[in-house]
């Protein structure tokens, strides 16, 4: 596979659902009730539906990583967090090649991604190193 | 008043074992349908780096309380770095050791006033370093 600096990642999306949430709840054993329970959401005036976990915001872009580069070696994520990812958005993560260097006869990968939602919004911005 | 003295302060630290079903969980509330072999079967998703923050020895309250923070006043992650330096492997238990490095206070237009708090993380296996993970807390004031 010919890799360009500026090549566009392919695109991979997911429908965030409620039971996903419930699923982070345990694995982060993470009581904050702005993750089940739209009403606290809406009393802290953060939206109507239930926040998404960070951490899952993060695997998403990973996920997208693995989709692209199925054996790859991530060696860095640097994650800036920007918005929230609420039940029921459809999220997908895009973006482009920045740089390809060789070390050790290995070519390193650098990434910059992006994790919008289904209005386009940038909710996470990524850059990535990795070993193809 | 946040409590500015505990610059580097250690975590308690803690561990974690990644097993099956907790990776399969990732995996599948991730959009990854399991033994699709999209994910290498034999290794654990990468995010364990940022699963690791509920191992430090505190809850995120615990730590909040001893910062003097009110969590009523919004704490957000603002940003997560990690370095893996080896891959995570399934029925292996890893230790999890952190401490607070800094805070800087900063003005925003968006929410004014506010703190971050740099902390560091280090997960390892057998004393060896696989993951390094810097993370950046807002605190509104």
Redesign the interface.
């Known amino acids: 596979m010919n890799l360009n600096i500026g090549q566009k990642i392919n695109q991979?999306?997911?429908?965030v659902r409620q039971?996903?949430l419930n699923?982070?709840s345990?694995?982060?054993?993470?009581p904050n009730p702005i993750h089940f329970d739209a009403n606290v959401v809406k009393k802290?005036g953060q939206g109507d539906k239930c926040i998404n976990q960070?951490?899952?915001n993060?695997?998403?872009i990973?996920?997208a990583i693995?989709?692209n580069f199925?054996?790859c070696?991530?060696?860095?994520?640097?994650?800036?967090?920007n918005g929230n990812v609420f039940v029921d958005d459809t999220v997908t993560v895009l973006g482009e090649i920045t740089n390809i260097s060789s070390k050790d006869e290995l070519n390193i990968i650098s990434l910059l991604l992006t994790l919008n939602n289904q209005k386009n919004n940038s909710l996470v911005l990524s850059e990535v190193e990795l070993i193809q | 008043m946040l409590n500015k003295d505990l610059i580097n302060h250690k975590f308690p630290g803690g561990s974690f074992i990644i097993d099956k079903e907790?990776n399969d969980?990732?995996k599948?509330?991730?959009?990854?349908e399991l033994n699709k072999n999209?994910?290498?079967e034999d290794l654990a998703?990468?995010?364990f780096s940022?699963?690791a923050?509920?191992s430090i020895g505190y809850?995120l309250e615990e730590l909040f309380n001893l910062l003097n923070y009110d969590v009523q006043k919004?704490p957000?992650?603002?940003?997560?770095?990690?370095?893996?330096l080896d891959?995570y492997k399934l029925d292996r238990s890893y230790i999890v050791n952190g401490f607070i490095e800094s805070f800087e206070s900063k003005v925003s237009k968006k929410i004014g006033n506010f703190d971050i708090m740099n902390f560091k993380l280090e997960i390892t296996f057998e004393s060896r370093v696989i993951s390094k993970i810097n993370y950046k807390w807002i605190l509104p004031v």
Do not use: Q
Not at chain 1, 73 to 81: E, P, Q, V
Not at chain 2, 28 to 32: E, F, L
């Open positions: 991979w999306s997911h429908n039971e996903d699923s982070w345990k694995i982060l054993n993470d802290i960070g951490p899952a993060i695997a998403y990973i996920n693995f989709y199925p054996k070696k991530i060696l860095s994520i640097k994650n800036r967090l | 907790i969980l990732i599948s509330s991730t959009g990854i999209t994910l290498n998703h990468p995010i940022m699963v923050l509920n809850t919004g957000m992650l603002g940003e997560c770095e990690f370095h893996l891959n």
